[in-house]
């Protein structure tokens, strides 16, 4: 029997540099987005800094994403589990089967528009224990968005509020670093979108999964189609909990997780969680490291 494999789709950290891996569906979904005003193939051959808006960058990470995940099922890769950080957990429900990459697209593209008009920012917050972070966002207003790894919890909310909390960070003897993000995404402040968002998923039948989905928004398995809706529906407001969607993965016999779209930022985080799991990118699996 073959180690048992997750998939992990990224979030909104690193948007590629480059175009896709070519194929059918990566054709399609970028169609689908110049449909939508995107030009998404010209903006990554110019390396045009409109793909680092919100609007823009989640769409073409989604994509990048589902395109990678498909060269990976060609080269005979496939996982046993799939999980997705905030933006991930999209390609991560096609990966699953539950929902199609159009329908995932399309509400991509919404979900970005909506969460870039909510003014905001967010920090990660570094050699800091949960509850001294937790005590410094009650002093601040500002919210835990990410509980990412031991020593690396990420924040969100007003600018003020998240400057506060970045220098009461610094007192108490951790680093605090402003992130590139146009808003305070994973907080009460992301509610109206994620209230406009809603009535988008709700249209979408969501199917029983082919492989567990470990929701960010639990931290556990999750296989009840209507479950899994429920979660995405809250999930612009909901904290990420990565650490604990990584334990899970450890606890279901995972012994190698491979991140499936642009950069190494999962990759990163995992090794610092945990030592029972080899963490590749997707150039390593792709080029026989997995």
């Known amino acids: 029997m073959r180690p048992k494999v997750a998939f992990l789709f990224p979030g909104q950290g690193t948007v590629p540099d480059s175009p896709p891996p070519p ?3 990566v054709d399609r979904l970028l169609g689908l987005a110049a449909e939508a005003g995107l030009e998404i193939t010209d903006w990554l051959r110019e390396k045009d800094p409109r793909l680092s808006l919100t609007e823009n960058a989640q769409p073409t990470i989604l994509i990048d994403s589902l395109g990678k995940e498909a060269e990976l099922r060609r080269a005979g890769i496939s996982p046993d589990f799939v999980a997705g950080h905030s933006l991930g957990e999209y390609a991560a429900l096609v990966s699953a089967g539950v929902v199609s990459a159009e329908e995932a697209l399309s509400v991509v593209i919404e979900r970005g528009r909506l969460m870039g008009r909510v003014p905001g920012g967010m920090a990660a917050i570094l050699k800091l224990s949960g509850d001294d972070v937790e005590e410094i966002c009650a002093a601040t207003g500002a919210t835990v968005a990410n509980y990412n790894a ?5 924040i969100s909310g007003e600018d ?7 220098e009461l960070a610094k007192e108490r003897g951790g680093r605090a670093v402003k992130l590139n993000v146009s808003g305070p995404f994973h907080s009460p402040l992301m509610a109206p979108a994620q ?3 809603s009535p988008r998923i709700e249209a979408i039948e969501f199917r029983t ?8 928004v639990s931290g556990g398995m999750e296989s009840s189609p209507a ?3 429920e979660l995405l529906l809250t999930q612009i407001t909901a904290c990420v909990l990565w650490e604990e969607v990584i334990n899970a993965l450890v606890d279901a016999g995972v012994r190698t997780a491979i991140e499936v779209g642009p950069g190494e930022v999962l990759t990163r985080i995992g090794r610092r969680i945990t030592d029972r799991i080899e963490f590749v990118s997707y150039e390593e699996a792709r080029d ?3």
């Open 150 to 154: 031991p020593g690396q919890i990420v």
């Open 209 to 216: 999964p082919q492989v567990p989905v470990v929701s960010g």
């Open 160 to 166: 003020a509020a998240v400057e506060g909390a970045m």
């Open 23 to 25: 194929s059918p569906l």
């Open 288 to 290: 026989g490291g997995a």
């Open 195 to 197: 209230e406009a968002l």
């Open 227 to 229: 479950r899994l809706k």
